[in-house]
């Protein structure tokens, strides 16, 4: 079983609102991801970092930040929620040099009305 | 054109039956290729990879064709709890390191 966590698992805010999400994994990984994903539709990746104090934006644009302190931390941040943020947010991880697999959070499924 | 395409979708299928999901890249330096599974509303988690000489788990085979760049997932005697989104993965493993996913294919046995 992978060791990778999110919190919260819903969460239901109004507009205007700073919302983080939480990520953390326990496997020492180096490499984490952030993808949006609507339902039904394809995952997008919109934050990546290679470790600590390295974050990247992915390839769909988005309003959120992320930072990187520690290893096992990758908190996802939204300064001021939009009705268009509403989605899910799942946070994965892999090892580096290793087979490449992807572990994943079970997500952040948000509302913002 | 994206970097990892797959069969559009849905596939719609009679329990029992053999499904084949086939999935193309461009990129030839992709280094590792996986299938993953997603169930509606859940995380995508870790179906099987794929190696150049084939590997079967099961009811599952999956083929990788380096010099088509193409991929195939094959499920033998499908059950009701294989529906599922199947999504083909590529990682580059170079510089930029780069998992690609596809958009997915879904799939629904009927009973």
């Known amino acids: 079983e992978a060791d990778i966590y999110q919190t919260p698992r819903y969460l239901v805010i109004g507009t205007g609102k700073k919302i983080t999400l939480e990520c953390s994994q326990t496997?020492?990984?180096?490499?984490m991801y952030w993808y949006q994903q609507d339902p039904g539709m394809e995952l997008h990746l919109i934050h990546y970092?290679?470790?600590?104090?390295?974050?990247e934006k992915g390839d769909l644009s988005s309003e959120s930040t992320v930072s990187r302190i520690r290893t096992e931390h990758f908190p996802l941040t939204l300064e001021s929620a939009r009705p268009s943020h509403t989605s899910q947010y799942l946070c994965?991880?892999?090892?580096?040099?290793?087979?490449?697999?992807?572990?994943f959070g079970e997500g952040s499924r948000l509302t913002v009305l | 054109r994206k970097e990892v395409e797959q069969d559009p979708g849905p596939f719609n299928v009679p329990e029992g039956a053999t499904v084949a999901f086939n999935c193309t890249y461009s990129?030839?330096?992709?280094?590792?290729f996986f299938w993953y599974r997603q169930d509606c509303r859940k995380e995508p988690k870790l179906l099987m990879s794929v190696y150049s000489s084939g590997n079967e788990d099961g009811r599952f085979t999956a083929q990788l064709n380096r010099a088509s760049q193409y991929i195939s997932l094959l499920i033998r005697d499908s059950k009701l709890s294989d529906s599922a989104t199947y999504l083909c993965v590529v990682n580059r493993q170079n510089r930029d390191d780069k998992i690609i996913f596809g958009k997915g294919t879904r799939l629904h046995i009927l009973p």
């Open positions: 990129n030839s330096a992709s280094q590792s």
């Open positions: 994965a991880s892999s090892e580096v040099g290793g087979p490449g697999e992807l572990f």
């Open positions: 496997m020492g990984h180096d490499k």
């Open positions: 970092s290679y470790g600590v104090n390295s974050t």
